[in-house]
């Protein structure tokens, strides 16, 4: 069965600052892996994704993520936060014969000014 | 723009009363799903389709049903609305296939609930 954690209910960083929101998951057969961010009040907005090819990732407003098949782990990093970021960010994973995806807790990221 | 849209945004219903959420998107997707996310529990599957006139279960399917009698529509019913159930839900769907140009998912706004 798949699964997905984000071990850090919430993460606090400063303006300015590089920031990282973690994901772990398990699949069987090859991941497909997504990063999803939700500001108040409205539905996922998608981010970036991993499906073949270079393990770092790049997708919107700066985002990118790496994926690690050895520690199935695929890192949402940004070098330089914004306040405007400041956001609940999911992680999700379907593997390549499934049709739903499972979606971590959920990490609340705070920039701080 | 194209989309997913969810009706009602707001409903707030008293124990035991029923009703309906309606998604409906234009964007030929097969697969459609109902989510509803609550306070640190992250989003969890209520029901599923992969197709016109299917459905199945997810992860909290009781008090639920659903029904996708046309591809862009699929609807969300409760029939006998518990405090339980209040909830934000969002309707989501995608391609079968995941590919480069598709974004997995797309989600509407959601539909917030109290049931008091």
């Known amino acids: 069965a798949q699964s997905v954690a984000q071990p850090e209910d919430q993460v606090n960083v400063a303006e300015g600052n590089p920031l990282t929101v973690k994901c772990t998951y398990s699949v069987s057969g090859n991941p497909y892996l997504f990063w999803y961010v939700q500001y108040p009040n409205r539905g996922l907005q998608f981010l970036l994704k991993?499906?073949?090819?270079?393990?770092l990732v790049k997708g919107s407003y700066g985002f990118e993520a790496e994926f690690n098949k050895s520690q199935t782990s695929f890192h949402l990093k940004k070098p330089s936060a914004l306040v405007s970021d400041s956001a609940l960010y999911f992680c999700a994973v379907r593997d390549s014969y499934g049709q739903n995806f499972v979606f971590g807790p959920g990490t609340r990221l705070s920039v701080l000014p | 723009n194209a989309g997913v849209t969810q009706t009602p945004k707001f409903r707030v219903l008293k124990t035991g009363q029923s009703m309906t959420l309606l998604c409906a998107q234009d964007m030929n997707h097969e697969y459609m799903y109902w989510y509803r996310q609550d306070p640190g529990m992250g989003l969890r599957l209520i029901h599923y389709?992969?197709?016109?006139?299917?459905?199945a279960k997810g992860e909290v399917p009781d008090g639920y049903n659903v029904s996708r009698l046309k591809k862009q529509n699929f609807l969300l019913g409760l029939e006998s609305a518990a405090p339980s159930q209040t909830s934000v839900y969002f309707c989501?769907?995608?391609?079968?296939?995941?590919?480069?140009?598709?974004?997995?998912?797309?989600f509407g706004s959601g539909t917030r609930l109290t049931v008091v």
């Open positions: 389709s992969v197709g016109e006139g299917t459905t």
């Open positions: 991993y499906i073949t090819g270079d393990n």
């Open positions: 989501a769907s995608s391609y079968t296939f995941i590919g480069p140009t598709n974004y997995g998912y797309t």
